[in-house]
């Protein structure tokens, strides 16, 4: 057995793919199965394992004057002084008669003591910065709770800044969101689930939903999808929405990205699910719909009217910034007679000296808009200034005397870019700049035609598309009344009772009913 | 199992020709790749058609002139915004018919010429009076052409008044379109004139254009009238004065139409109407085809050099029974005009009596001609002062207190 599992491990060593390597060595260690009553044994085969890792530690010493132990972890990845404190100096100073695991365990003052049976449990133990504790004699081992490494302070997130509200955001560690959505849900309903993928980096993944409004169905299927991965390494959350969505060549984003608990848990409360990966402070939330990305968290924080007001806003902008340059070089290059004449001659002399054809010259400056965005997005924030001053001239005053633009396209095309900045998710928003240029193309073309026929194709890809079985652009289509209250209009809070997409045998309601029709009855015995 | 199977594949077989021959068929259908950038085109910005001696059509266009002294004006943010007058030019083509002309128009433009922005298409007085029949039909037949352009005759030529430049608005288009904006009553659009003249009356009223020559100042357009149009060709003219009958029957008066009584020497009173509404209600009584003509009118009182006091009800009474009969009057007057004198349906009798009578319109509709002439009309003309105004009398009248 043993002889047969070593050529197949040197066969695929010599072999390209380097997760079924890494896969087939763990698969190596679970045949010798327990650890051994051998201190020597159990610490040499570590030995092995962790050969030209210069950042684990053996720490050997000895219990009570007379039993070996050592202590195995990865400095960095624990807490040294608690370590000393805690488990060192109450078993250096131990006179135990017996040095039993089960009796260290009772002189060890610290609350998250797991036993280790197997040398996989250990490594796993270890890398996660758990402190592994071997003693002779004993075929188990512990580990320590005491990991702690350095982490980002919990800060606002800046790619989804609001007025109003918390300022709190997810951080790269797993365990710190995990926290942080449990202090918004304090429910034990909150179920999260952990699993770890990734061959080499055994990312921590944990699946987060209220038991009771979220469909079991969805968290089977979320759990069915995850199952079978096996991916080398997963760095951040959006490996595993590729590798889990419905569609994987669609252009649009079929579960939400925030690094805002809020909106994690606003969501968890409509029976979505997340996803939290360790080392990324971008969750992931399914099902989802069009319009929760068109959505922003200040509108459940501000009152209800300015909420749909400015949901309003963002729909129009939303539509402006797929639309707004194809429906310019639409018009201007073949229904001259829809604009008003005034308008058409003022228009006609701007471009008089422009060389290019209306599409060219949009082609030209949506590129240089984008060009100039992702190059002031990834600069340093003190050279990305100077990146948009520079920017403004050059797409702005400068393009226009030099007779490469007219001024109504630099219009165009200033307010097509703020309208796609105004999407409140930076994934939906880069969607729609990508679908702007067929759709110049096709406006070019085809003109209005075009424009229709690509409404018509990118509707009818929306129409298909689904979100963990949601279709997308539910509620509208296919319509159901009973949701309608948060898309078009975000209704008062009082009003929204029900949970949104809530299988018929689940319990709907949200609030009390009884809240507002009591209401009457307080007031009359005042 | 089998058979399940192989439907599923032609229905997939389908899905793939489906997905292949849309991008295909996107790219082929008709009629669309005739882009054309707008600094290309010749915009025309009104029309004019006329008949010259020899019996042909001359097409004239006003075409907006991007000159470019111009463009370095806009170049900077400072751009001048300001449009003088001299930015339109003319152009004149001869030809047999109204599309030989307009091919012709090509041939002396360097652009495009592009007809999606004439606001307004002129006739010639001659070319009126001989039919417009024949290029109304060119007219509604090209889709590029604004069915919502005014149409006018011209007192002359169509071509002297294009040739306008007037001073204030961007060119002569502009300042007709302007002008009927304003006037006491809506214009005539070229959907509007091609209704009345396809029509069961097959009469028309188009608005009339002269031009003003004073000596001090540039001339300029002016809507002096109506023209009445029967049959495809103009058989009157009347004056700007003389239309108020005409108004009310047709339904286009609008607010801000002034109306001035005299009820003693040299002692005025003007009212000005704030809305005002006919309706026509047709009856047919033993073979007599009779209209009623019921107008509703609210008005304000603007002027009051007479001795009246319109705080009194009593006055008011009065004046608004004055009003009513001056109204009358007019109408009386404006149909006896149709009914005798032109013998044309311009009040589109016919269209009101096909709809409350279709049957015994279908029987009777070849008989309209003579019995336009026959048709009754009784008037219900209610006149309601709205607002007297600030003051009841008059009390700047030296006799007054």
Known sequence: MITVSHILSRLLRSGQRRSAQAEQSIHHLQVQADLSEELHVNVELLRNIYADCSDIIFHEFVIGGRTRAVLIYIDGLINVEEIDRHVLAPLQRDNLDEHSLSNIRRTIPVTSITTVKTPVDAIEAISNGRPVLLVEKEPQGLSFGLSEWEKRAIEEPTSESVLKGPREGFIESIRTNTALLRRKVRSPNLKIRMIRKGNYTRTS??????????????????????????????????????????????????????????????????????????????????????????????????RYFIGSAIRWLRYLFFAISLLGPSLYVAILTFHQEMIPTPLLLTMARSREQIPFPALIEALLMETMFEALREAGARLPKQIGSAVSIVGALVIGQAAISAGIVSSPMVMVVAITGIASFMSPRFNIGITVRLLRFPMMFLAGFLGFLGVILGIIIILNHLLTLRSFGVPYLSPLAPMRNRDLKDVLIRVPTRMKAEYPHAPADRNHERQSSDLWSDSGNGDDST | MTRKVDAKLVIKRMKLAVRLILPVAMLTLSGCWDSTEVNDLAIITAVGIDRTEDQQLELTVKIYLISPSDIEGSNGMTGSGDTGSGQSIIRSVKGT?????????????????????????????????????????????????????????????????????????RSVSDALREMVNLQTWSGTSLMKLSQMMSGKSRAAIVPTVDIIEADYETPFPYISGIAIVKNGAMIDQIREEDTLGIMWLRDIIKPRKTITLEPGKHQYISVQLIRGHTSLIPSIEDDRWKITVRSESLVKIIENTTDRDYSIPDHLDQLEAELADHINRNINQAIDLAQQKWKADIYQFANVFHRAYPKIWARQKDRWEELFPKVEVKLETNVIIRRPGMTGKNIFKPGQR
């Open chain 1, 205 to 302: 993944i944990a699946i987060a939903y209220i038991d009771g409004i979220a469909s079991p169905a969805l968290v089977e299927e979320v759990m069915r999808r995850l199952q079978p991965i096996e991916i080398d390494g997963i760095l951040e959350s959006t490996y595993i929405e590729e590798l889990i969505e419905d569609n994987p060549f669609s252009l649009f984003p079929q579960m939400l990205a925030t690094e805002r608990p809020d909106v994690a848990a606003a969501y968890l409360l409509e029976g979505c699910v997340v996803l939290l990966v360790d080392g990324s402070p971008s969750v992931r939330i399914a099902p989802i719909t069009m319009y929760s990305l068109l959505q922003s968290p200040e509108d459940y924080y501000e």
């Open chain 2, 97 to 169: 018919s109204i599309a030989d002309a307009a091919s012709r128009l090509q041939q002396v433009l360097t652009r495009k010429v592009f007809w999606g922005q004439a606001e307004v298409f002129m006739f010639g007085a001659d070319m009126a009076r001989h039919g417009l029949d024949e290029v109304m039909d060119f007219l509604t037949r090209q889709p590029t052409i604004r069915e919502r352009a005014n149409v006018f005759i011209s007192g002359t030529t169509a071509k002297e008044v294009l040739a306008l430049n007037p001073p204030i608005e």
